[in-house]
């Protein structure tokens, strides 16, 4: 599926469900794909930051990646969270989603060990020699210490299995940089509730999404509008979404948006140590931002 997939629109970051025990709630899990699916999300990353992928063990991880991509059924692309500041350890975690038929890896840079931009090059290269199935690079500084420069992910685009990257740093400049500088098959995904549409208007191909984990139809639509070059709808939709991303980061993600699911009622609040769940002005910024978005 992942050599001729066209890979874009609203992907969502899904969330890792975990019943009142703190163990995965594979049955919360699975009709979260369910419903995704029905509401028009174009594909899913399992285990990324906001699966909590941090403090799943080792087979917990694998087996959140095996659930979803049993249940997708090779409906909509799913993008397997991989990434790891051991490259050993990447290239593990890439071989078994590989295994258990992901179309794609997403492979952060480092986190904590601050490599060089020619270190991040070997690393992504070094995976990829090894992946038999397309990589895309994972970006964002504020959580890894180390920013990949567009010259670097120029560089890995040369390999023939680094597909795309998730850009979360909301830095226009340096996504047209990369948009520039890389083949013009290479997908660059924005990694930034508030930036979809700004990177759409200058070659994105998308989001991979946080709010879409509570508003997955409106995500896609948004996507969709632009698209169809109905640019107003867009913008109308790109405001209509601008409190829930505001809510969805009011704490560290994943503990709004897990609320925020919660009160959907579609699992509970409960987040892994050292995470907790949300407070109370978080919940009611939520409850505000889900209220606006069914109100208009």
Known sequence: ????????????????PFNKNGQIDETALRELVEWHIAEGTDGIVPCGTTGESATLSHGEHDKVVEIVIET???RIPVIAGAGSNSTTEAIRLTKHAASVEADFVLSITPYYNKPTQNGLIAHFTRIADESPIPLILYNVPGRTGVNMLPATVAACAKHPR??????????????????ENTPKDFIVLSGDDFTVVPTLAIGGKGVISVTANIAPRLNSEMIKAWESVDIEKAKALHYRLLPLARACFNESNPIPVKAGVSLLGKCNNK??????EASQATIDKMKSAIESLNSR
Do not use: F
């Open 72 to 74: 997708v059924n090779r």
């Open 1 to 16: 599926m992942s050599e001729t997939i066209n890979l874009r629109g609203s992907i969502v970051a899904i969330i890792t």
């Open 271 to 276: 987040v892994r140590s050292p995470l907790t």
């Open 162 to 179: 680094i597909a795309g990257i998730k850009e979360a740093t909301a830095d226009l400049k340096q996504i047209s940089e990369i948009i």
